[in-house]
């Protein structure tokens, strides 16, 4: 995977959660956000994702053994304006 910045980090971590149906209910544990992305941008991956949570277009809540993220519904439209689907 080719990732040259943030904009496209961001872009890659939305469209992973969008793919994998991360909405509300269904969502990811906080140590499988980064996978996939290479060894040297998993930490930077976190901090992007932290940034989208205060923007609004993620979610996230504890649980007793990691944090559960998930993207935010009043930011479909706009969550798939980034990820470049146009439905």
């Not at 040259?4 to 909405?23: A, N, P, Q, R, T």
């Not at 060894?39 to 940034?51: C, G, Q, S, T, Y």
């Not at 930011?75 to 980034?82: A, G, L, S």
Request: aromatic share 10%.
């Amino acid at each position: 995977m080719q990732i040259s910045d943030d904009k496209e980090i961001e872009k890659v971590l939305l469209k992973k959660l969008y793919v994998m149906g991360c909405w509300g209910t269904r969502h990811t544990s906080e140590r499988n956000m980064p996978k996939g992305f290479p060894p040297h941008l998993r930490k930077r991956v976190l901090e992007i994702a932290e940034d989208l949570r205060k923007k609004g277009f993620l979610a996230k809540f504890p649980t007793h053994h990691d944090n559960q993220w998930y993207l935010n519904w009043k930011f479909k439209k706009e969550i798939e304006e980034k990820i470049n689907l146009g439905l």
